[in-house]
């Protein structure tokens, strides 16, 4: 969430994930005019001197293939959500915590485009603790009421609200105009979003549902590095395997840990488990990292 980052690197992995998300190329799918004028363009340039108009060719198809992927996330988001709120408004409990994390997932694989948008991240991502009392809502206000207080009574204000959000989210992606720029670091970032709460277990502390908010950041992280690896492959194929290779072992270590569709709750791994993910966490971080010199993005 926006206020887990200092601020210089949530503007940038802000910056560089939304700029898979261009209004003009999605026009007439959702966005309302009112909408659009509510929410300025934003437009970023990278200092390198390498990003001339051949270069932003050279990741021009990178670009519009990450719009689709992020649209695609955002659709599911809001059709995930509502089931759970569906639930939630039921006071059908238990169905409501099955629809929980997978919802969550979606949003997770895109999170840091909320962050510029406006409060949406904090409302619907917010902890408790993480903003004032009397402005806590989202997934999390519900989750403590499901898993702690064992109860949906009180709750249809915030599951109705939580639906707003997704949906509002859904239709500002179509309306944001950001120029391609450091998309590497949208990947890092995400890399940091496990690293500062998912592997530590503080983000789900009710359900402990971590490994799926896990499992998503770094699905999303390996999905810009896909996208670019066709040009990172060309300047330095051997980075390139490595990236992969880091991804894969990282994956592997995850692997036991499924449960059917989903994941095992976090309190059910011990402390060389933590330790070994985090381990392959930070491996796959450092050459991640270095991919956007070699690009010049």
């Known amino acids: 969430m926006k206020f887990r980052y200092t601020v210089p690197t949530a503007v940038l992995s802000a910056a560089l994930l939304l700029s898979g998300c261009g209004a003009n190329e999605?026009?007439?799918?959702?966005?309302?005019?009112?909408?659009?004028s509510g929410n300025t363009a934003v437009k970023m340039n990278s200092s390198s001197s390498g990003n001339t108009a051949?270069?932003?060719?050279?990741?021009?198809?990178?670009?519009?293939?990450?719009?689709?992927?992020v649209i695609q996330e955002c659709d599911a988001f809001v059709t995930e959500t509502g089931k759970f709120v569906e639930a939630v408004n039921k006071g059908d409990i238990e169905n409501a915590k099955s629809l929980y994390a997978p919802a969550?997932?979606?949003?997770?694989?895109?999170?840091?485009?909320?962050?510029?948008?406006?409060?949406?991240?904090?409302n619907i991502d917010a902890r408790d603790g993480d903003v004032d009392a009397a402005e806590?809502?989202?997934?999390?206000?519900?989750?403590?009421?499901?898993?702690?207080?064992?109860?949906?009574?009180?709750?249809?204000?915030f599951a109705d609200r939580l639906l707003s959000d997704a949906k509002?989210?859904?239709?500002?992606?179509?309306?944001?105009?950001?120029?391609?720029?450091?998309?590497?670091?949208?990947?890092?970032?995400?890399?940091?979003?496990?690293?500062?709460?998912?592997?530590?277990?503080e983000e789900e502390r009710y359900s402990h549902t971590d490994l799926y908010d896990f499992a998503?950041?770094?699905?999303?992280?390996?999905?810009?590095?896909?996208?670019?690896?066709?040009?990172?492959t060309k300047k330095d194929a051997d980075l390139s395997k490595q990236i992969a290779d880091?991804?894969?072992?990282?994956?592997?270590?995850?692997?036991?840990?499924?449960?059917?569709?989903?994941?095992?709750?976090?309190?059910?791994?011990?402390?060389?488990?933590?330790?070994?993910?985090?381990?392959?966490?930070?491996?796959?971080a450092?050459?991640?990292?270095?991919?956007?010199?070699?690009?010049?993005?």
Do not use: C
Not at 26 to 36: E, H, V
Not at 54 to 69: P, T
């Open 26 to 36: 999605q026009a007439g799918k959702g966005a309302t005019p009112a909408q659009a």
């Open 54 to 69: 051949n270069q932003k060719a050279d990741f021009q198809q990178a670009v519009d293939q990450y719009r689709e992927y």
């Open 104 to 122: 969550r997932m979606h949003y997770e694989r895109i999170e840091p485009i909320a962050e510029a948008l406006g409060d949406l991240d904090p």
């Open 136 to 157: 806590w809502r989202g997934f999390h206000r519900i989750e403590k009421a499901l898993w702690e207080d064992k109860t949906t009574k009180g709750q249809k204000e």
């Open 168 to 201: 509002l989210l859904r239709a500002k992606v179509e309306t944001v105009d950001i120029q391609a720029s450091l998309l590497v670091t949208g990947a890092v970032e995400l890399l940091n979003e496990v690293s500062s709460s998912k592997v530590t277990g």
């Open 216 to 232: 998503a950041n770094v699905e999303g992280a390996k999905k810009i590095y896909e996208l670019l690896a066709p040009q990172l």
């Open 246 to 284: 880091r991804f894969a072992a990282l994956e592997k270590e995850l692997a036991p840990f499924k449960k059917g569709e989903g994941y095992e709750t976090y309190d059910k791994l011990k402390d060389n488990d933590i330790r070994t993910l985090s381990q392959n966490l930070d491996a796959l």
């Open 286 to 297: 450092e050459p991640l990292s270095n991919m956007g010199k070699l690009l010049g993005v």
